[in-house]
């Protein structure tokens, strides 16, 4: 696939916004990679191509780099990616059953999109919300203290088109491309709707407020 020149235009007055920002046009390949990705769910060869040539880089750079971060995906996923973490203190509180059954449940495994390109799921290592174990991601929006049960009804949701919103976060749950367009640096002014800490999160905070507990002064 070859870019047309409306997409070409758009994707090169969007990129010369975002390189403008860093001191060294080379700074601004992660950006401009999560920008191409916003165009085709993925990152394709003609948006490593189109990274290389904004950038006057490489695309030996620009594929080393691809292929290094998890983020940037390398094949089309789902309209809606699905995380489900796996690392120690999920899985113990069934982070590992929560994946095993939803996989089945969906039809596909890591990285995979079901056949009508609603929904992906990945395998990931650590959402950084072990507070809310087991906790699951959509499009990076939090969706906590799963059960397979949950989870199952959640990708139900997502295929069948319902309204489906992030336990923290914006009601609103934006598609994978959006996700990456707003991860390029290109907001969607939802940034600070919504908790974005709640529940187990604030508890220490209370505690030391009860107590009277401040952190050293510098």
């Known amino acids: 696939m070859t870019y047309s020149p409306e997409i070409r235009e758009r994707l090169e007055r969007d990129a010369k916004e975002i390189i403008g920002r860093y001191p060294k046009t080379r700074s601004a390949l992660l950006p401009l990679l999560h920008l191409v ?49 796996i690392n120690a203190l999920c899985a113990v509180m069934g982070g590992d059953q929560i994946w095993e059954e939803l996989s089945e ?37 939090f969706f906590d203290n799963q059960t397979p049960e949950s989870a199952r009804q959640l990708v139900d949701d997502l295929r069948d088109g319902k309204d489906v919103r992030p336990t923290r976060g914006p009601k609103k749950l934006c598609t994978f491309k959006e996700a990456s367009r707003v991860l390029a640096g290109l907001p969607d002014d939802l940034a600070g709707d919504g908790p974005s800490a709640a529940g187990p999160s604030l508890e220490g905070l209370k505690v030391a407020k009860a107590n009277g507990w401040k952190a050293p002064e510098a």
């Not at 085709?40 to 490593?48: F, I, P």
């Not at 990274?51 to 030996?60: D, H, N, Q, R, T």
């Open 37 to 85: 990705q916003s165009e085709e769910g993925y990152v394709s060869d003609d948006g490593q191509e189109f990274c290389a040539e904004m950038l006057g880089v490489s695309k030996a750079e620009v594929t080393g780099v691809v292929t290094f971060y998890t983020m940037y995906k390398r094949k089309p996923v789902g309209d809606y990616h699905v995380g489900v973490c």
């Open 105 to 141: 449940h969906a039809g596909v495994g890591h990285d995979e999109a079901t056949p009508d390109g609603k929904v992906s799921l990945e395998r990931i290592e650590c959402n950084a919300a072990c507070d809310f174990a087991p906790v699951m991601m959509v499009n990076w929006e």
